[in-house]
């Protein structure tokens, strides 16, 4: 029985280039990509507003969310003075949690708020209860 489902994103917004450039320079293989006025679902009417550039992370019944969420600082450490150096985009974690039965526990150690500040990464969380 599915208890929760968790995604975090890493996402990289309002840059200039083209998002193969945040690519090659992080050396990192994004979940996806966007150009601004792309449209957000195939065929739809709301459309990007800025270019992107973003990682995904997916698990199911998840106990606690700082157990998840260093699995993508794991990812993003190895390249956090390329990260500093972006300069003039928004960087950002976003967590969403789908709660079906079980609520998993949000505590951010040290480690995890030191390197978001470090960065200039912004976080963001999204709850969704059944």
Known sequence: M?????????SIQNFDKVPSYITNYL??????????????????????????WEIRLKKKNV?????????????LSYKKIELNKLYNV????????YSNNMMPSFVFNHNIISFLYETGIDLEQDIYCS
């Open 90 to 97: 928004t960087k950002k974690i976003s967590i969403i949690v």
């Open 2 to 10: 599915l208890k929760n489902e968790v995604f975090i994103h890493f």
């Open 63 to 75: 106990l606690h969310i700082d157990n998840f969420l260093e699995e993508m600082i794991d990812i």
């Open 27 to 52: 050396e990192i293989q994004p979940s996806k990509t966007w150009l601004k006025n792309d449209f957000k679902i195939g065929k739809g009417s709301l459309q990007y507003k800025n270019n992107g």
